[in-house]
């Protein structure tokens, strides 16, 4: 059993739309903000290898968009989804599961891939099962005016005409048991968007929480620190209060998808709330 940190590439959003209503002198503390109000970001997945299977969690947001498209996100940096697996000795096609912790274009993107003669789209990853779960699917497919831009039909569809497409049973999560050594438990979350998928894998004694879009940054750990993208933000604001009081009362370790600059961090209770405990390195932690 082993897991790998993906990297599938960094990208900029309006720092007043990643964190809504909190001023930008507070926010630009953390997450300082370039000429156009942009705050850097990344789309980190997480590989999972156990036996012959490889699971991977969220794929980022792919290359087959226009350039017009990847001009609003002002990609940065070199690193690729592809670039990435074969650092650590693996191609797309060994992927045997893709878990997917909702469909926003900047999570499943990599998902699907143009074809050969870039008529149309297949899957980028041909061997893989596709997971999300049936609420979400629905919710993705016929998505409300608000989320509208960020459901594209050209990273869904085809996974359900590919036959690939499967969904997790909220009450049964055995397809990702993979061994007695890792423990693979979901939380959903509806904040963000309708059901939302945690996952919390226990690994060599410790809990490792893969964030989403729960906790995307460290600069978002005060509970008012909540995305403008988030379609019930007094709903995220209790989920995350939950969750990082469990978080700082049992050690997990949050694995951060859309921080550029800190791969995982602990929180811990103060006189102030919950707040920052440390900085981790994935080579650290389990290397």
């Not at 082993?2 to 507070?26: H, Q, R, S, W």
């Not at 143009?114 to 149309?120: A, E, F, I, P, S």
């Not at 005409?161 to 990702?176: A, K, V």
Request: some cysteine; proline content about 4%.
């Amino acid at each position: 059993m082993k897991l790998y940190p993906i990297e599938t590439g960094n990208f900029k959003l309006d720092g007043g739309a990643m964190f809504g209503v909190v001023p930008k002198t507070l926010w630009t503390r953390t997450n300082p903000a370039d000429a156009s109000n942009r705050i850097d970001l990344a789309a980190r997945s997480l590989l999972i290898e156990e036996g012959n299977r490889l699971l991977l969690i969220d794929t980022g947001m792919g290359n087959k968009q226009s350039d017009k498209f990847f001009g609003y996100y002002d990609m940065w940096g070199d690193h690729t989804l592809e670039k990435s697996l074969k650092a650590h000795g693996f191609h797309k096609d060994d992927i045997t599961d893709v878990f997917m912790t909702h469909l926003h274009f900047d999570h499943c993107g990599g998902s699907i891939q143009w074809n050969k003669d870039r008529t149309g789209y297949e899957p980028a990853f041909k061997n893989a099962k596709f997971w999300t779960n049936k609420d979400h699917w629905q919710w993705a497919t016929e998505p409300n005016n608000r989320e509208k831009a960020s459901f594209l039909k050209e990273n869904l569809l085809p996974m359900e005409e590919s036959g690939q497409l499967h969904f997790i049973e909220r009450t049964n999560t055995s397809d990702f048991q993979l061994s007695s050594e890792l423990n693979f438990d979901i939380l959903y979350v509806d904040g963000h968007t309708d059901k939302q998928m945690i996952p919390h894998l226990k690994y060599k004694g410790k809990t490792l929480v893969f964030m989403a879009d729960l906790l995307p940054t460290v600069g978002h750990i005060p509970l008012p620190f909540v995305m403008g993208y988030d379609t019930r933000p007094l709903l995220t604001l209790a989920e995350k209060e939950k969750f990082l009081n469990k978080a700082a009362a049992n050690d997990f370790y949050l694995y951060l998808e859309h921080d550029a600059h800190n791969e995982i961090c602990t929180v811990q209770e103060t006189e102030k709330g919950i707040r920052l405990k440390g900085i981790h390195t994935f080579k650290d932690l389990f290397e």
